[in-house]
């Protein structure tokens, strides 16, 4: 069974920068993709970053692009987000996740373990 927690959410001011971090149990971790997904409230979960198994090749949705930063230390069976320059459309819930395949992976139905979340919240 594979365990993703999430760790690094809080509130910050626009502008302003958090690193995520999402630690997972297993000794498979460095086979797999892993992904960062966001759910703001009333909208559906979405893309943010993707990585493949072993960090050569990195994904980001339009709107984080030169913002966001995903990276993953297979030492530590922890992939991290650098989220810069937040802003206030970026407040959400944040979830990692395990892709079904070493490569990158963009859409939700290719990964198929997920973390609880953590809250990220951005004020103006």
């Known amino acids: 069974q594979v365990q993703l927690v999430e760790s690094g959410g809080g509130l910050v001011q626009a502008g302003g920068s958090l690193r995520l971090s999402c630690a997972a149990s297993?000794?498979?971790?460095?086979?797999?993709?892993m992904g960062w997904f966001r759910q703001a409230p009333e909208k559906e979960r979405e893309f943010v970053a993707g990585i493949n198994w072993i960090g050569t090749s990195t994904y980001y949705a339009d709107s984080v692009k030169d913002r966001f930063t995903i990276s993953r230390d297979n030492a530590k069976n922890t992939v991290y987000l650098q989220m810069n320059s937040l802003k206030r459309e970026d407040t959400a819930i944040y979830f990692c996740?395990?892709?079904?395949?070493?490569?990158?992976?963009?859409?939700?139905?290719?990964?198929?373990?997920w973390g609880q979340g953590t809250q990220v919240t951005v004020s103006s």
């Open positions: 297993g000794r498979t971790f460095s086979s797999y993709g």
């Open positions: 996740a395990r892709g079904n395949a070493p490569g990158l992976r963009v859409g939700a139905d290719d990964y198929d373990y």
